[in-house]
């Protein structure tokens, strides 16, 4: 490979860095700005937390940013992945269907790592960095030890390779990613408790669910929805943040 491409690759990689962090501070900073309105005083004294949070999530954004800046260069160079653009290109039924397939790839993988990382020797080492947070906040979406946060980054990635998706539900699975992953950790249910308390809450994790886990550690590891849980019995039902 010559060099120009490495420095456009190196380029990719250091811009998606850029996006990643900055979709950070924006969805953290607006959904901490909505807790301080609906919930004045839950953060008082998290302060240093918070700051630590910021840092490791800033770092997580490198971590996530560079197979993606370096996967969507080969996308563009050298037609690398499944990701198309030409809406006809498949079946119109079929775009729903690869948000559900990449939401429950990514579930799958996010329930068995997380599970593992559970384990004392993987918990200290790549974990703890997370559950530091006591109680989590809005800042803490992306607050992972670099270990953890590879394991998370190299998903959407690989995923890419394996199943087709269109360039705009790819966004809408990274949107959902980055909202659920912000929403989860803020301390308070966003969504209405018909809603929560519903048939659908009972497979679909929101802040109720994963707040719980941050209370009891070995329960309630899944991602987006509860199916794993269920099936393994690690499910403990919802907390009342
Ligand atoms: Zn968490
Ligand atoms: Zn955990």
Not at 118 to 136: G, L, T
Not at 167 to 193: S, Y
Request: glycine content about 8%; charged content about 10%.
């Amino acid at each position: 490979m010559d060099i120009t491409l490495l420095i456009a690759a190196g380029s990719a990689a250091l811009a998606m860095t850029a996006i990643v962090g900055l979709r950070y501070l924006l969805t953290s900073g607006a959904f901490a700005l909505a807790t301080r309105a609906v919930r004045p005083g839950l953060y008082n004294g998290l302060g240093r937390q918070i700051r630590q949070e910021i840092g490791w999530s800033l770092l997580s954004a490198w971590i996530y940013g560079v197979p993606a800046g370096v996967v969507a260069f080969g996308w563009q160079h050298f037609g690398w992945t499944r990701i198309y653009t030409d809406v006809n290109a498949m079946p119109l039924w079929y775009l729903p269907l690869s948000l559900l397939l990449y939401l429950f790839a990514h579930d799958t993988w996010f329930y068995w790592t997380h599970r593992l990382m559970h384990r004392p020797r993987w918990f200290r080492m790549m974990h703890a960095v997370h559950h530091a947070s006591k109680p989590p906040t809005a800042w803490a979406a992306m607050s992972f030890h670099p270990l953890e946060a590879v394991t998370g980054a190299v998903v959407i990635p690989l995923l890419v390779f394996l199943i087709p998706i269109h360039i705009a539900m790819r966004g809408v699975v990274l949107a959902i990613m980055t909202v659920m992953g912000v929403t989860n950790h803020m301390g308070w249910e966003l969504f209405p408790r018909l809603l929560v308390h519903s048939p659908v809450g009972g497979w679909v994790i929101t802040a109720s669910h994963h707040q719980r886990h941050h209370e009891h550690y070995r329960c309630n590891y899944g991602l987006y929805f509860r199916v794993w849980d269920r099936l393994c019995g690690t499910d403990r039902g919802l907390a009342v943040p």
